[in-house]
């Protein structure tokens, strides 16, 4: 077997990056033909190979660090960095719907009545659900900290614990929000309040969503003991987004619910 | 004397060999056992020697590690198999076919409208 003399990791060829790509061929197409033809053939497909392409490439990945050992210190380092651009290109997207959010709030046209919220808007109570929902967030940063601790503890029993209820944390939190759209008396049809009120929290919600999820994955792969107390990336990369999640959120609350009503 | 770093402070601290390091799933091997206290009838002792308390399964991982470290060439999403080939070529079969359908959806939407 030939050895590299070098604590890289070169990867085997994989097909994943080629299927991922017609997969968003397809979603963005089956997208047009979806809403000009009515029919959703095409984008479902799309969604189908987008899904099974992310659980095949991570999978590899989970295979090739775990089983074979690829994930040297300098690799390890490369992950690190690519998570934190990763996030911070986030944190960019994030910025363009506050940056919108700003430019309708702080000055308000006259055809919204020259005020903010504007005339005829009735906005949540910040003091009522998104409250809760800022508790809730919060509590789940303190229990996803104790199960980093736990990990790097060798803790099997407080570690799955510790995250199961982050995750059951964060299922709430998404519970709450559905919730408060039913419930809320303004749509996203709403002039620019409605648009960037449900577009800004309604992002929010989807990277809830995906934070919980790689959170459950982490705590499947933690059941499967690949984690041990010194090398977890896995997990370090899921609890660094969860926490940009529940500073997202915070920054949503006091701009959008408190400031902004 | 072993050394962790300190899960508090961050800094370096003594430590005994079982915290030092310790992965999970690996822990101990012969718990320390009181005598067996002899009643009238005496206790039967259950013995540990050798297992680990399994919360939630038992530790696959090494046994995983020496599949995926064979040496038979295989890239490693083939690693596993017919299960991993299977999927692999249903994948590319859905990617092939959808991609023909999509450019034939595409030419046909493409194609102007018959005036009425």
Redesign the interface.
């Known amino acids: 077997?030939a050895h590299q003399a070098h604590a890289y990791h070169m990867?085997?060829?994989?097909?994943?990056p080629?299927?991922g790509a017609?997969?968003a061929?397809?979603m963005t197409?089956?997208l047009a033909?979806w809403f000009?033809?009515h029919s959703t053939?095409?984008m479902t497909?799309?969604l189908?190979?987008t899904l099974?392409?992310m659980y095949?490439w991570w999978r590899?990945i989970i295979?090739?660090g775990?089983?074979?050992?690829h994930h040297t210190p300098p690799v390890q380092k490369g992950l690190r960095y690519g998570m934190i651009l990763f996030i911070t290109s986030e944190v960019f997207f994030f910025l363009g719907f506050f940056w919108a959010f700003y430019h309708s709030s702080l000055a308000p046209t006259p055809e919204l009545g020259g005020c903010w919220p504007p005339t005829g808007i009735i906005p949540l109570d910040p003091f009522e659900v998104p409250l809760l929902n800022t508790a809730v967030l919060l509590a789940s940063g303190v229990t996803v900290t104790w199960a980093h601790?736990s990990?790097?503890?060798?803790?099997?029993?407080q570690?799955?614990q510790s995250l199961a209820l982050t995750i059951l944390l964060g299922f709430y939190f998404t519970a709450l929000q559905a919730m408060e759209y039913y419930e809320a008396p303004f749509t996203i049809a709403d002039g620019v309040y409605g648009s960037t009120f449900f577009v800004a929290t309604g992002f929010h919600g989807l990277h809830v969503i995906i934070g919980s999820t790689f959170l459950a994955v982490c705590l499947l792969r933690q059941?499967?003991?690949?984690?041990?107390?010194?090398h977890h990336f896995g997990f370090e990369a899921a609890a660094w987004y969860w926490h940009f999640v529940d500073v997202v959120w915070l920054f949503l609350y006091v701009s959008i619910y408190w400031w902004g009503s | 004397m072993y050394y962790k770093v300190s899960g508090v402070t961050g800094k370096l601290t003594g430590a005994t060999a079982a915290s030092a390091y310790s992965p999970q799933g690996l822990k101990g091997t012969v718990p320390s056992q009181a005598p067996p206290i002899i009643f009238a009838v005496p206790t039967k002792v259950v013995s540990e020697t050798g297992s680990v308390a399994h919360y939630m399964g038992i530790n696959k991982v090494p046994e995983l590690q020496m599949i995926f470290q064979k040496t038979d060439g295989a890239p490693v999403h083939l690693k596993r198999g017919v299960m991993d080939k299977m999927l692999y070529r249903t994948m590319m079969g859905l990617t092939i076919g959808g991609t023909l359908y999509c450019l034939m959806a595409l030419y046909i939407v493409a194609q102007p409208r018959k005036p009425q």
């Open positions: 077997m990867v085997d060829p994989s097909p994943w080629l299927t017609i997969a061929l397809l197409s089956g033909i000009h033809f053939m095409l497909l799309g189908v190979l099974l392409t095949q590899d295979r090739e775990t089983f074979q050992g601790h990990i790097m503890e060798g803790e099997r029993k570690t799955i059941i499967q003991y690949h984690f041990t107390s010194e």
